[in-house]
């Protein structure tokens, strides 16, 4: 048990990231934004995160700032190699451990809009994991509604132009007590209503008649003529 209980001694070196293999238990993707982050605080700030790997070159931490590391075609990087086998328990338990511990943190939300707000004063978002539009939401759902009304109030307060919410449509329920005040109610806005009518459009739309429509391949889309005027 004492033995199991020491640290391990890592070997720090600077190696071919073509040698670098990501670990077949990973669980965690990272998409394009993330990476793209990523690259701008690399470019910025050099690699400052540990990459950890096993013995055989597979990642246990890290995964992230490798794929960041390829996109920005850099040939070797700076790791701290593990005398383990990336199926060993200990590398299991790292590479676990790397991605969950950061989640126990508590974030002081008022803080971070603080600090990105000073950032983005001086600077572009990009780099630490927040843009402008996600900036604003965090503003938005962290502040009480006398405060903060819409996510364009929101941006307003953090110097940012509106977004375009979009146009929202408005809903009416209407409840009837019998099928014939429903009817009723029908002629009165001059619509027609069926058994299988769940809701309907005011002033009424025209609907799309789906009955003759079918899908096809994309090739035998290519073949199909247009008919003639």
Known sequence: MENESR?????????????????PKNYRQHPDDQIEHLCKSITEHGIYKN??????GTILTGHGVVKACRKLELKQIPVFELPIAPD???????LAADNEL?????????ALIEL?????????????GFDDKMLANLMFVSRPASEIKSINEAAEFLGMPEYDEG?????????????ENRQEFAKLIGVELTEKTKYIYFPPVEKNDLKSV?????????????PKA
Not at 8 to 18: A, C, G, M, P, Y
Not at 88 to 94: G, M, P, Q, V
Not at 214 to 226: L, Y
């Open 7 to 23: 640290s391990l001694e890592f070997v720090t070196k600077v190696v071919d990231i073509s040698i670098l293999k990501e670990h």
């Open 214 to 226: 079918r899908f096809v391949e994309k090739e035998e889309a290519a073949n199909v003529e247009e």
């Open 102 to 110: 950061g989640h126990l943190a508590q974030i002081d939300d008022k």
């Open 88 to 94: 060993d328990i200990k590398a299991l338990k790292l």
């Open 51 to 56: 990459i950890v790997v096993a013995n055989d």
């Open 116 to 128: 990105l707000k000073g950032v983005m004063d001086m600077d572009s978002l990009l780099g630490t």
């Open 167 to 179: 146009k929202l449509s408005l809903k009416l329920i209407v409840n009837f007590e019998s099928e």
